[in-house]
């Protein structure tokens, strides 16, 4: 294996906003008279905004919604989201996955994040670990979201990196269908238990430094 870059997502891996997602459309569903809890919102994971209200409408009994009150929905619950998101600070970062980075980039490995969030910039920023990374690929340089593998490849792109020789790390099954799609090798970091198809299994994050003997 010649892993020369690191791509990670963000929500899940570098930073827990789940909780900030659940949350914002919860408020939305609430609104509308929608039902939503933990299992349809786990669906929501690795998907666009919009894909993701396509989810919750599943339910929706109502008027049917125009393209314009689809999107006016989706920039609310982006509105409730990034409210959350303010409060955040470099302690919603862990000590492992600080101390993991600097290990990785002592090691000289690339580091790049690759993310289907419009907000990427934002909670590296409010985290205080966007200077960590020699590149960001963010659902603000992207048309197609994951499992398409556009994010993962615009990320090796900037690294100035072969997909052959990158580790992508995530938390969702699209993101790993997504890595595996743009020819990279692929790291899956997730509790659910519910991820298959990956080259590698990571029960803590600092694990990433045995597959990659640092």
Known sequence: M???AVIFDLDGVLVHTDRFHY???KQISDDMGVYFDEKINRRL???SRMESLEIILERYEGPALSDAEKKALAEKKNDIYRSWLAKM???????EVRDTLRKLKDAGFKLGVGSSSKNTRFILEKTGIDDEFDAVADGTMIIKTKPDPEVFLLAARLLCAIPENCLVVED??????AGRAGGMKTAAYSGEGDITGADYYLESFSDILKILNV
């Not at 600070?89 to 000590?95: G, K, L, N, R, S």
């Not at 969702?172 to 269908?177: L, M, P, R």
Request: hydrophobic letters at 50%; zero cysteines; glycine letters at 10%.
């Open 2 to 4: 010649d892993i020369q």
């Open 23 to 25: 949350l914002a459309w």
């Open 45 to 47: 994971r690795g998907v």
């Open 89 to 95: 600070t470099p302690d919603d970062v862990t000590a």
């Open 172 to 177: 969702a099954a699209a993101g790993i269908e």
